[in-house]
Structures are given as C-alpha cells and as structure tokens.
C-alpha cells in the first residue's frame, strides 16, 4: 500500500465518522451500541493508518524501504501514550 491510498483510506474514514458522528448528534442513530462499536472499529482503524503512514514517512527520511511498513496490530497502536 503506498501513501497515496493510506491518505485515501484515511479521507474515507474520516468522512464516514464525521456522518456517523452528525447522525449521532442529529438524534437519528449512534446512541445504540452497535453505531459506538462501529465508531469504535473506525477510530481504530484511524489509528492504524495514520501509525503507518507516520512509520512509512520515517523510513523514507532515514533511507530506509517504506514498502517494509506493514500495519500494526490494533492491541499495538491502542497502546500508545498520547
């Protein structure tokens, strides 16, 4: 996967937790716990991509091969200090 289609799966996410979020709001669905696990599943998948493509950018700048990258596990990235 190159950067290209990480930022293009990144942009689809985005967009679908941004509805999904709206809706949520809007008192039209999100409350029950099937939308909080999917939001959830989301913003774990967010997190995965942008860990790669933050990993992928590294090895760029330090010489190395980008497409060594692969994605984390979410156990691995949900671990994480902010």
Known sequence: ???KTILH??????DEEHRLRSAAQDHES?????AKEHLRA????L???????????????AHGDPEAQGARPVSEVERYLQ
């Open 1 to 3: 996967m190159d950067d």
């Open 9 to 14: 799966r990144i942009s689809e996410l985005v």
């Open 30 to 34: 999100g409350t029950d716990d099937e």
């Open 42 to 45: 989301l913003e774990e998948s």
């Open 47 to 61: 997190d995965q991509c942008w860990d790669l493509l933050r990993r992928r950018r590294a090895a760029r700048e």
